[in-house]
């Protein structure tokens, strides 16, 4: 039977660790992998490596979704004292983002504010 080395598995785990976004576990297995001989650099290749097949299938489905929506992206809300950030029973229409653009601002139609 072939077996992996303590290196190979240790790569292994923490390219599951990336793909299934445990913390704990590259916690524990990037010490690991020290212990096992790997550099710093070969655990960041590692890590790039599983970020990188992780992408792939998330930009799929990012693209599906824009698709299913016709292409239509929201304008993100990057104001904190917007409405679209404050709690239910926090914030006043006074709070409501100052920016036209801003996906808050936008009915389905896109072109009438909604919460200023």
């Known amino acids: 039977m072939i077996t992996l080395n303590s290196k190979e598995r240790e790569l292994v785990a923490i390219g599951a660790a990336i793909a299934s976004n ?12 020290r212990e096992a001989g790997l ?9 790039k490596i599983a970020e990188a097949v ?5 930009d799929a489905v990012r693209a599906r979704s824009l698709d299913i929506l016709d292409g239509k992206e929201a304008d993100v809300c990057n104001d904190q004292s917007c ?19 801003c996906a808050c601002n936008q009915d389905s139609s896109g072109d009438s504010p909604c919460c200023s």
């Open 22 to 33: 445990c913390t704990p576990c590259m916690e524990f297995h990037i010490p690991a992998a």
């Open 39 to 47: 550099s710093d650099k070969q655990i960041l290749f590692a890590i």
């Open 54 to 58: 992780k992408k792939v299938p998330a």
């Open 83 to 101: 409405m679209c950030h404050q709690g239910e029973d926090e914030g006043t229409k006074d709070d409501a983002c100052d920016d036209p653009g």
